[in-house]
């Protein structure tokens, strides 16, 4: 156990595994023995099941990445929920950008990219109550020193990109931080400022972007996102929201 | 039951009409269900042996033996289901995709003659890559679910059928 300093709620308990099947499993079974604090942190050098949605590997490597969950108890409503995807994208791409002094983006719905290059990804799991977020518990995995990837083209590390390797434990605790941030915001309700920080690290907003929509090649500019998370895009003066099942995006870089 | 007996069973609801057959036995509970359930071709069965005031269907009666012809076993849920007015029905609390199981390799949070608790997961509701887990607001047990696994499902859609203990 140890905890960071420069925080109020975020990562005042964490606790570090040297191994484990993935971080959200771990907090997850936390919870279900304990009421742990709000902003309580999990991490691990070695995520053997990391995941991404719905079965997904994640692969990564051990000792080279980050790989951490944060236990939240946001008490936002259900349709509000896509606020907790909001502050951690946006906590990552601060923290990153102020690491590397490059421009990362959130590529909706939610991963993290420079350029056409994913750098990481967020797996964000609810309790629902009644009619309320009851507690969240947002996993967060960013390559960072990581340099083959095997059979992944679009995946990429921090260490690819400026090439000097990282410290962890350091850039772990900076995004704690935004995310500390961040989460106070929500916690105020500030959703117009969240939203805000939002598209301005959103990828291709208010730009013309190109998606694959049931198997045809389209375009339309990026209007942005609603509430409940769906992609808003203008095709040909018409007014569309597209659920990312539905929306397959294509890469113009 | 063991293997050999299920696959028994399997062969005999084959040779008949049946789109589901559910059966229960103490803890034990089996839900086997044709390609007719699935392709909706099923005919709504008129029970088939008259049922006297029949109690929850797959809750566990301990005391009574539960009687293994399919036929009884069907009609009794068929009547049950339109007749108990007891039977909460859980509704989903959002939109997204509703899934059955943690993880695809893993098994389902519950089926047809599960006991809940309040508080036990019954599904998770994706909603944009966030994932819900939707408790039981009650204790009871599990009547029917209405929704097939990896599904669209829409606010306030009836997701399942529990019998509150």
């Known amino acids: 156990m140890s905890r960071t300093s420069n925080t109020l709620i975020i990562g005042k308990v964490l606790e570090h595994y040297e191994k484990c099947s993935s971080t959200n499993f771990v907090a997850k079974q936390i919870l279900a023995k304990s009421t742990p604090p709000d902003g309580m942190v999990v991490s691990t050098d070695n995520q053997t099941e990391g995941r991404g949605q719905y079965g997904n590997q994640w692969q990564s490597e051990a000792y080279q990445n980050l790989a951490f969950s944060v236990i939240l108890y946001p008490r936002i409503l259900i349709s509000e929920q896509f606020y907790l995807s909001k502050i951690a994208s946006i906590a990552c791409v601060e923290a990153l950008n102020s690491i590397t002094n490059l421009d990362f983006q959130i590529k909706w719905p939610n991963d993290i990219y420079f350029k056409n290059k994913k750098v990481g990804g967020l797996l964000i799991e609810n309790q629902i109550i009644g009619e309320q977020i009851g507690n969240s518990v947002v996993g967060i995995g960013i390559n960072l020193n990581q340099e083959k990837f095997e059979g992944l083209p679009q995946a990429s590390s921090i260490y690819l990109l400026v090439r000097y390797l990282l410290n962890r434990k350091k850039c772990l605790e900076i995004i704690l931080e935004h995310l500390d941030v961040w989460y106070l915001k929500l916690k105020q309700g500030k959703f117009q400022t969240i939203d805000q920080a939002y598209y301005s690290y959103l990828m291709g907003f208010q730009e013309i972007i190109t998606y694959m929509e049931n198997g045809t090649k389209k375009t339309g500019k990026l209007k942005g996102v609603n509430q409940t998370g769906q992609l808003l895009v203008e095709e040909n003066g018409q007014h569309r929201q597209f659920d990312f099942k539905t929306i397959e995006w294509v890469f113009s870089l | ?165």
């Open chain 2, 1 to 165: 039951m063991n293997n050999k007996e299920i696959h028994e069973l399997v062969k005999l609801i084959n040779e008949t009409d049946l789109a589901e057959f559910k059966m229960s036995k103490g803890d034990f509970s089996v839900t086997i269900r044709s390609k007719d359930y699935f392709n909706g071709k099923a005919q709504p069965m008129a029970p088939i042996m008259p049922v006297a005031s029949a109690p929850a269907p797959a809750a566990p009666q301990a005391n009574t033996p539960v009687q293994e012809t399919p036929a009884a076993v069907v009609s009794e849920e068929v009547s049950s289901d339109t007749e108990n007015a007891n039977h909460v029905v859980f509704k989903s609390p959002m939109v997204g995709t509703f899934y059955r199981k943690p993880s695809p390799d893993k098994d389902v949070f519950v089926k047809v003659g599960d006991t809940v608790s309040k508080g036990d997961v019954l599904a998770i509701i994706e909603a944009m890559k966030l994932f819900n887990e939707i408790e039981s607001e009650v204790s009871g047990t599990i009547v029917k679910i209405l929704v097939d696994d990896q599904t669209p499902v829409e606010y306030d859609q009836p997701l399942f059928l529990i019998d509150p203990a």
